[in-house]
């Protein structure tokens, strides 16, 4: 259920509210916006005579029960979209986030010389796997706290803000140290002993979408984070499995216009999983722009060739470079697009 408290409604009646409702079952959340207070009931309880009871209390405007089973990160909840504010760059706002890096921090040499040419090319984040999940058990598995370490160094020495991964629930306090965004891989999408550990941690999740995921199982997922206590949440579209073997995965980018139908996070395309082969990235990237995506998870190597993990589908500096300055026109078009929408909204 969505509880709407009247504009003039005092912190008393909000209260006692909120108290009435934990009365029928449900657990509350109240968001505070700028003109009123809207209230959110999740739970078992029963719906129907609760909603009943809300109508006669004082200080309720309104009170509707939320169709969809993902109830805080669903459009009914919040008209409104998320806006996630992370070392001075906001995701879901007016400007389009360029998150860049390689796929695995190999060396300081590496991750410094990419982390400097993606800020010069205008990423905002630096991406990079320090805890891998490899397919198999013997490929690389990623640097773990050294390579957390050299992405604090990396942000030290230019300021972007750093997304790495984290694989289990053991190491989210150690990752949270030194990320200013967690990255809950697609095969960790349904990890929900991982999910509900970061639902009480501080910082923004980008939540990758399970490569045989719905979009309801994603926004499901979601929820989990959200409904545990962390509503700064990303949703990535990475590529799923199909048929098709042309590409690694097979983008799917009207999952993009979904989600901004149902909710209100904000959506990144990583178009490097999901074609897995460089030369379809810049062309990918483009139609993200276009559907109205918030920000790119882009992979960028020194020297693909050489990478430890994902180097077919990793852009070299000069490539990344180059894709960056071809986006721009579309990227006008983008803002003119938001701000226009965010005005008549
Ligand atoms: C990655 O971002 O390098 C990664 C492992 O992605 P995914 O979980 O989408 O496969
Ligand atoms: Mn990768």
Redesign the pocket.
Known sequence: MIISMRKNATKEEIEHVCERIREFGFKVHSIEGEERVVIGAVGVGDVTPCLEMLEATPGVESAVRISAPYKFVSREFKAERTRIAVNGVEIGGDEFVVMAGP??VESAQQIMETAEAVAGAGAKIL?G?AF??RTSPYDFQGLELEGLQLLAQAREATGLAIVT?VLSERDVERVAEYANII?V????MQNYALLKALGKCPRPVLL??G?SSTIKELLMSAEYLTAHGNPNVML?E??IRTFETATRNTCDLSAVAVLNELTHLPVIV?P??ATGKQSLVPAVSRAAVAIGADGL?V?VHPCPEKAF??GPQSLNLEQFRSMMRDLKPYLRLWKETRVAAAATA
């Open positions: 796929c695995s991406r796997g891998k999940p991964e990255q891989g697609a095969r960790n990758k979408r490569m990535c990475r590529g990583d490097s999983h998870l992979e993990s994902d």
